[in-house]
């Protein structure tokens, strides 16, 4: 499945946030990432952030997409995310 | 289309960004906003935001998912966002 994250976290906790996010899904812009990824590894993923995060302060979205990628991702301003994993 | 949109920019812009990024899109929370846009609508909120943001220090992300929703939005932690427009 594909998958769109947004995060909306504490200052303290947003390098852990972002390198966990990292170890599953690209970098797209500061608190974006997305990729494919497996069910299981999705879960795991929602495991380990609820582990990281507050929950009474904290907040992650997952945008499931399925089996198929958006059609089209547009930034305009800044670039400011990673594409170091992008093919 | 279906758009998905998240935006990083400068405090001093956020209020004036939130604020024309709802007359096109629901709030989902703090910096992300979907919703069905029309082409036309959706070319007019670049163009608007173009005039707001700082092209050199702000963002601002367009997920076109064209004729199709997400198939699940999953929130970990806080629901942040405005819930006002959700049918």
Do not use: P
């Amino acid at each position: 499945m594909f998958i769109i994250l947004v995060y909306d976290v504490n200052q303290k906790r947003v390098a852990k946030v972002l390198k966990k996010c990292r170890q599953y899904l690209h970098w797209v812009q500061n608190s974006v990432l997305e990729g494919e990824i497996s069910e299981a590894n999705l879960k795991k993923l929602k495991m380990e952030l609820e582990r990281i995060i507050r929950k009474d302060e904290d907040s992650v979205i997952f945008y499931n997409l399925r089996t198929t990628k958006y059609s089209s991702r547009e930034i305009i301003g800044l670039e400011k995310g990673g594409q170091e994993n992008i093919i």
